[in-house]
């Protein structure tokens, strides 16, 4: 199984972005995804999650200008970013609980993407 993240760059102050995040390989299913962030010098801190019954949970920095959403058809996971901020610079990285097949067994596993800067700045 793989993660691959896309969508960082640079934006300018109130603009918005959208990341995402899809999962390759012997799916079975998905549980949960997530957005993290870190900024330098600071710890990994939770953006966005999303279960597969469709409840979210975001940080209180997030709320109102964050939308976490997933594709299942595509095993994508996106992060819709609106007016974004200057302290919401960091690198990105998005987190999926699913379960894989290998060799006639289902495993449960947590996967992270490599990581996707984002830049707010003008």
């Known amino acids: 199984v793989q993660l691959q993240a896309s969508g960082g760059g640079l934006v300018q102050p109130g603009g918005s972005l959208t990341l995402s995040c899809t999962a390759s390989g012997s799916i079975f299913s998905v549980s949960a995804t997530g957005w993290y962030r870190q900024a330098p010098g600071k710890q990994r801190e939770l953006v966005a999650t999303?279960?597969?019954?469709?409840?979210?949970n975001y940080a209180d920095s997030a709320k109102g200008r964050f939308t976490i959403s997933s594709d299942g058809a595509k095993n994508t996971v996106y992060l819709q970013m609106t007016k974004m901020e200057p302290e919401d610079t960091a690198v990105y990285y998005c987190n999926v609980d699913l379960t894989f097949e290998s060799g006639g067994y289902l495993v449960p596993a947590s996967y992270w993407g490599q990581g996707t800067q984002v830049t707010v700045s003008s």
């Open positions: 999303l279960t597969s019954g469709g409840v979210t």
